[in-house]
């Protein structure tokens, strides 16, 4: 096998570094390479699924720290890598097929995971930071910053406030943000700042570099359908008309969450089937106040899963938040549904429930208990809210099955019933 030379892992020359980027499968396009003026402190990239937005952050970064043009006159650092877990940092923005290690042909930097963070040979050090815990940034400071899927960020205004305190270092503290368009409260102000630069990037745009046969089988599937405007032409739409949410509604909903509740649910609304087409298995964790307020906590809900990978998640889910009832449909399922959960765990407490009215019906009055401000989300619920807006009498556009709604539905049936569960004991300290 052929050793790369010392010098192309450390200091390769500037003409090694442009064949790099302009060459065979390691070219970028014009809209993977940052703005080339100096007026802006936000690059905002909206792309679809496999756009090439993910590699142009980690282009971006890598070229920070190694101070190659057109990156950056000189090394900016240290840098922050924000998403929304420590595991998507690492999976996704480092590791993945398109991270920041698959890009680092030269400068090759180590990932420390015990201390959370990458360094350069050249000394360059960008830090990890979740987006569930906003408190983490305040502190650190920094001279860049490289925000991945901020529509998927629990708490995007927290996070997005204690990043810009700490963009102090440096001559020009400049961040990048690559994620898919939804219509979140705090996208659309990043979009209204002056110093900001979108680019919107498509996933046909990168056809180069995807399977072959993948975009006609997206198009066939998903062509003209709201969900393929949003997650494949990196269009941002609002609720569809006649849903039974509004964006408004649920920006209006958000709750900082307490530990106090008076009761917590765990609702399940398990798939017929286990297959990668299959729909997904809804789990969503709410819970009571001592006011009669329900706190939607958690959606779990996981996609194209086994019954023992689902009631895995959902047996975590119960355990983690506390929970005193599991509620789970077995329109699908029968009695096959409660058995796989007493499998997993026998000592959950399930409650098995059977739909008997359509969706439509079922959601109304949980729409209006939103409508009366007795139901808040903690945090953002991105894909949970997505159905929410895009749920009208017909279902989903997409025809496919609501199930994180349907379990929201469940959840909150439960609470606001007063169906019976197990009282929850609290130690007094």
């Known amino acids: 096998m052929n050793v790369p030379p010392r010098w192309w892992l450390t200091t390769p020359s500037r003409h090694v570094r442009r064949v790099a980027l302009r060459c065979g499968l390691l070219a970028l396009r014009e809209a993977q390479t940052p703005p080339r003026d100096r007026n802006w402190s936000t690059w905002l990239l909206l792309g679809g699924r496999g756009s090439g937005k993910t590699r142009a952050g980690a282009e971006w970064v890598h070229g920070l720290a190694s101070a190659a043009r057109p990156f950056g006159d000189g090394i900016s650092a240290p840098i922050a890598l924000i998403g929304e877990t420590i595991a998507d940092v690492r999976d996704v923005m480092i590791e993945g097929p398109a991270g920041i290690l698959r890009s680092a042909l030269y400068n090759r930097p180590v990932y420390e995971a015990t201390r959370r963070r990458l360094v350069w040979p050249t000394g360059a050090v960008a830090q990890v930071f979740s987006a569930h815990d906003p408190g983490s940034l305040r502190g650190p400071q920094f001279a860049a910053a490289w ?35 939804r219509p979140l409260k705090l996208l659309a102000r990043i979009m209204d700042d002056a110093a900001t630069v979108t680019v919107r990037m498509r996933t046909a745009d990168n056809a180069a570099n995807l399977a072959r046969g993948f975009l006609n089988t997206m198009q066939a599937r998903y062509g003209g359908t709201r969900l393929g405007r949003q997650e494949l032409d990196a269009e941002i739409l609002g609720e569809r008309d006649g849903a039974l949410w509004t964006r408004d509604l649920l920006e209006r909903s958000r709750s900082a969450g307490r530990d106090d509740h008076r009761r917590i649910v765990v609702a399940v609304d398990p798939p017929a089937s286990a297959k990668a087409t299959s729909d997904a298995c809804g789990i969503v964790i709410a819970g009571l ?26 047996v975590a889910a119960y355990h983690a938040a506390g929970a005193d009832i599991m509620v789970a449909e077995v ?7 409660k058995s796989v959960i007493g499998m997993v765990d026998p000592t959950v407490n399930v409650s098995p429930v059977r739909a008997t009215r359509a969706k439509w019906l079922r959601a109304e009055p949980v729409a209006a208990l939103y409508e009366q401000g007795r139901v808040r989300h903690v945090g953002v619920l991105a894909e949970l809210e997505d159905e929410m807006c895009d749920f009208g009498l017909d279902g989903l556009s997409s025809g496919r099955s609501p199930d994180r709604l349907d379990a929201l539905v469940w959840a909150i049936g439960e609470l606001v019933s007063g169906a019976r569960g197990r009282p929850r004991v609290r130690a007094i300290v």
């Open 147 to 181: 925000c991945d899927e901020l529509v998927k960020w629990p708490y995007p205004g927290e996070c997005w406030d204690m990043l810009q305190f700490g963009l102090r270092l440096g001559d020009w503290p400049r961040l990048a943000v690559t994620t898919t368009p």
């Open 289 to 314: 106040t001592d006011e009669g307020v329900v706190d939607v906590i958690a959606d779990h809900s996981i996609g194209a899963a086994t019954p023992r990978q689902w009631a895995g998640r959902a």
């Open 331 to 337: 329109n699908q399922g029968g009695d096959m549904v």
